[in-house]
């Protein structure tokens, strides 16, 4: 299993991202994906959740502000954020599981002015 996020950067409060998620070597298509994320100091958290047919489902501190998306074609997942604040500064990781077992090696998203 390869997992290899990119996307994220220094942004502002307010501001939007776009990550992404390329996976390799499981069958994509019939897999359920998440997001989980880690705070500087802090453990890992589920950010958001997309079964294999699309349904989607989301923490509650996400409010609307975040898209979880696939592309079964490219063996691409992605989430779109927007509506950033200072709190969601961490390290995203695109993840078999919810608990963030099986992830890969992350992408870093800084929110500050």
């Known amino acids: 299993v390869q997992l290899m996020e990119s996307g994220g950067g220094l942004v502002q409060p307010g501001g939007s991202l776009r990550l992404s998620c390329s996976a390799s070597?499981?069958?994509?298509?019939?897999?359920?994906m998440n997001w989980v994320r880690q705070a500087p100091g802090k453990g890992l958290e589920w950010v958001s959740s997309?079964?294999?047919?699309?349904?989607?489902f989301y923490a509650d501190f996400v409010k609307d502000r975040f898209r979880i998306s696939r592309d079964n074609a490219k063996n691409a997942l992605y989430l779109q954020l927007a509506s950033l604040k200072t709190e969601d500064t961490a390290i995203y990781y695109c993840?078999?599981?919810?608990?963030?077992?099986?992830r890969g090696q992350g992408t870093q998203v800084t929110v500050s002015s």
């Open positions: 070597g499981f069958i994509f298509s019939l897999s359920p």
């Open positions: 997309i079964t294999a047919l699309g349904d989607t």
């Open positions: 993840s078999q599981d919810q608990r963030g077992t099986v």
